[in-house]
């Protein structure tokens, strides 16, 4: 009961659900790409707001979104590297210091 009466008397005010800053944030950074871009990004904020608006809401399909700090990564490729339109990978990954091409 109490724990009910804390969330109502707090709902107004923790509510998120009319904040759009990021969506916003991400359509007008895509807006402004030339078409069939490589977007670096590095950060789970970034990477998956363009990701989400590229992949789910088909805003700039056209757009490749590549996180630098997954590429090092064995699972990437194979996870997510069918989402790469205009990046063609080498290997099944890549390293600097531990080669899986071969």
């Keep these: 009961l109490i724990l009910a ?3 109502h008397s707090n709902y ?3 509510d998120q659900s009319e904040n759009y800053h990021v969506e916003e944030f991400g359509k007008h950074v895509l807006s402004q790409l030339p078409n069939n ?3 670096l990004t590095s950060g789970d904020l970034s990477t998956n707001t ?4 590229t992949i789910a809401e088909d805003v700039r399909p056209d757009v490749d ?3 630098l700090s997954f590429i090092g990564s ?3 490729i194979p996870m997510l590297g069918h989402h790469m339109k205009t990046v063609k990978f080498p290997g099944i990954g ?5 080669p899986w091409n071969s």
């Design 5 to 7: 009466a804390r969330i």
């Design 12 to 14: 107004e005010q923790c």
């Design 37 to 39: 871009t490589i977007l």
């Design 50 to 53: 363009f990701r989400y608006l």
């Design 65 to 67: 979104v590549l996180d």
């Design 74 to 76: 064995r699972w990437f």
């Design 94 to 98: 890549y390293s600097p210091h531990a």
